[in-house]
């Protein structure tokens, strides 16, 4: 499930018939619960509802799952081959290995599709 940039991660708890859900990517703890598919998707925009009301009742900034940036290690050969490539095609490291990156999910998404839950 995604709501307002955040995702949830989901489990099932067989003894108590209940549904679990915790917020993914953040440190801080935002969970939510309940007994059906449509009242944890409710439950769960309330609870990020409440931590971002909370957030702002203390005059904090949310924390967000993802920043979009991150650091990436290479074998120096490998960095060579790609700044030479981008290079080639006129646009930067950054841009190149955006596109890669884009092209790649798209691939995956259209071999994937009819393995995702899609609960959002």
């Given amino acids: 499930m995604e709501y307002k940039g955040y995702t949830a991660e989901i489990s099932f708890d067989e003894k108590a018939e209940m549904l679990h ?3 993914r990517h953040i440190r801080d703890v935002v969970t939510f ?13 309330k609870s990020v509802d409440d931590y971002l009301e909370f957030c702002a009742d203390l005059g904090l900034e949310p924390e967000r799952a993802f920043s979009g940036r991150f650091l990436l290690r290479l074998d120096p050969g490998l960095h060579r081959d790609a700044v030479a490539a981008a290079e080639s095609q006129g646009t930067s490291l950054n841009a190149w290995v955006t596109d890669a990156v884009r092209e790649h999910l798209g691939a995956a998404s259209l071999t994937q599709s009819g393995q995702r839950l899609g609960l959002s």
């Fill in 33 to 45: 619960e309940a007994d059906s598919v449509e009242g944890l998707r409710r439950e769960f925009r």
């Fill in 21 to 23: 859900g915790r917020v």
